[in-house]
């Protein structure tokens, strides 16, 4: 029987506020344990909870830009379990009334617009962290965590392979960096994902029993913990077994995924409207001041630089893969307009040393205006091609100007025709075989004498005179 996969995704992102949700505690991360923590995050009895204002401003950028529907009245609940990182009990979180509903995303999947339902986006405090490594006789709780201010966005099932939710996941977090609600730094946990996923006959209508996978925090383990999954349901099923509905964890080193525990319901959770806190009231103009705070989107602005700037859609990709770099490749625009020989440094020499040094292109220490500055300068054959890699390198480690470097270095392009005929020169009498076999007509090899007289200048030679002058040379010697 061939089966199909229905996937759902939550995702937990750390709202970017410098304060907790219902509190002034702040939200930095790897300071001492329970260092960052009072009475309204811990719960205290007698303590009372306030809403942070800019929590709300930024999920309801959120949601907006997820083309969701703002409710004009939604409300806070008490989710009530018991973990040792969660003292208190429950966690403030939003239930049936919650802040954006009936969104979309659109992905790319294979060539082609898909497009995500979102069921809802909703804010919430976080829990602590439970801490096991390294201690043989127990465990430690550290609290700083506890009333971090999350927004949590839940997809429709809409999601049909593993790369589908990796496509679903990459957007969103680009969605999420542009709008600078969320720093996504999945290794310190700011970005979060669970997975719902169950197997279906292909054609039937009815979703099958589902599982959920908790906290995969890196797009390598959600493709990899969803791929286990459902390879290990379509086995169960083909045996004759049944799915049980529970929660799983996904062991990225044995890549496998096990059984944590059964999965809640949400009768379980004994959801009732928080006490502590009134219903939060949004009327029309705070909505509009919010979307009109909307930056341009990632979709957007793909769309607009191939088109405006007629780059092949890869290029377009690239280059808003962080609105950092989509804002370096405009400003580089201003100086030097030629979109593709921008795109091409941008995409190869740049991208790759910051790689190399795993940075980020706000760190990089080649400015756009210099950048333009070393492409003038190989457009006007001050330098050749393979001149600029070592100037664009020297740039790169020292931050200095094109022009600075050189003149410092000598590494002006040499276009003077007798000098360029005396190195061919040499170059045709130390190698006379070579030389031969282009008079024969293995042109082939001219490349090789090409090299040879450019090593010989040092890489400063004109390339096309010193192809010119070869041929001309050799042309006579016939």
Request: hydrophobic fraction near 35%; aromatic fraction near 6%; proline fraction near 5%.
């Given at each position: ?20 949700i ?24 007698g303590?009372?909870?306030v809403?942070?204002r800019?929590?709300v ?11 969701c529907t ?15 990182d ?8 939003q239930?049936d ?7 979309y ?21 976080d ?11 127990g ?14 966005i ?14 679903y996941l ?6 999420l960096?542009?709008?600078?609600v ?16 169950s ?12 599982t ?23 086995e ?10 529970e ?12 059984s ?6 949400a ?6 409207p ?45 280059l ?5 770099l ?5 400003e ?17 020499d740049?991208l790759?040393e ?16 210099h ?14 091609g ?21 003149k410092?270095k ?10 360029i ?10 190698n ?7 008079l024969?007509?293995k042109d ?6 090409v090299?040879?007289v450019?090593k ?23």
């Amino acid at each position: 029987m061939q089966y199909e996969a229905v996937i759902g995704l939550e995702v937990h992102a750390q709202i970017l506020t410098k304060s907790k949700i219902f509190c002034h505690c702040s939200t930095k991360f790897g300071e001492e344990p329970n260092s960052l923590t009072c009475p309204v995050c811990l719960g205290m009895p007698g303590v009372l909870p306030v809403l942070n204002r800019e929590v709300v401003n930024l999920s309801m950028k959120t949601a907006i830009a997820l083309n969701c529907t703002i409710a004009r009245f939604c409300r806070f609940a008490r989710k009530n379990y018991f973990y040792p990182d969660l003292p208190k009990g429950y966690q403030i979180s939003q239930y049936d009334e919650p802040l954006g509903l009936n969104g979309y995303l659109e992905v790319e999947v294979n060539g082609k617009p898909k497009k995500i339902g979102i069921t809802r986006v909703h804010m919430e405090e976080d829990a602590g962290k439970n801490i096991h490594e390294n201690i043989p006789d127990g465990s430690y709780v550290d609290l700083n965590r506890t009333g971090v201010p999350l927004m949590e966005i839940v997809s429709e099932p809409d999601i049909r392979s593993p790369e589908e939710a990796k496509e679903y996941l990459a957007e969103l977090k680009k969605i999420l960096m542009y709008l600078e609600v969320c720093d996504c730094n999945m290794e310190e946990g700011s970005l979060r994902c669970d997975a719902n996923v169950s197997l279906r006959p292909v054609g039937q209508k009815k979703f099958g029993t589902k599982t959920e996978l908790k906290n995969m925090n890196s797009f390598r383990n959600l493709q990899k913990a969803l791929e286990y999954e459902i390879i290990r349901q379509r086995e169960v099923l083909e045996d004759g077994g049944i799915i049980v509905q529970e929660t799983r964890l996904w062991d990225p080193k044995r890549e496998a995924t096990s059984s944590m525990r059964s999965k809640e319901e949400a009768h379980d959770y004994r959801y009732f409207p928080c006490p502590d806190l009134v219903p939060l009231e949004i009327n029309d103009e705070w909505v509009e001041r919010i979307r009109k705070t909307l930056p341009e989107l990632p979709a957007d602005k793909r769309k607009r630089f191939a088109e405006d700037y007629k780059i092949p859609s890869y290029d377009a990709q690239v280059l808003t893969s962080s609105r950092a770099l989509a804002d370096y490749y405009e400003e580089c625009l201003r100086f030097y307009p030629d979109s593709k020989k921008v795109s091409n440094w941008i995409m190869g020499d740049l991208l790759r040393e910051l790689k190399g040094d795993e940075e980020r292109i706000e760190k990089c220490p080649v400015s756009p205006k210099h950048l333009a500055g070393m492409l003038k300068l190989l457009d006007d054959g001050v330098i050749s091609g393979k001149i600029a890699k070592t100037v664009f390198e020297e740039m790169y480690k020292t931050g200095k100007e094109a022009s600075e470097i050189v003149k410092e270095k000598g590494l002006v392009q040499v276009t003077d025709t007798s000098e360029i005929e005396k190195i061919v020169d040499k170059v045709i009498e130390e190698n006379p075989k070579q030389a031969q076999d282009i008079l024969n007509g293995k042109d082939k090899v001219m490349g090789f004498l090409v090299g040879q007289v450019m090593k010989e200048s040092k890489g400063k030679a004109n390339p096309q005179m010193v192809n010119e002058i070869l041929k001309k040379k050799l042309q006579v010697k016939k």
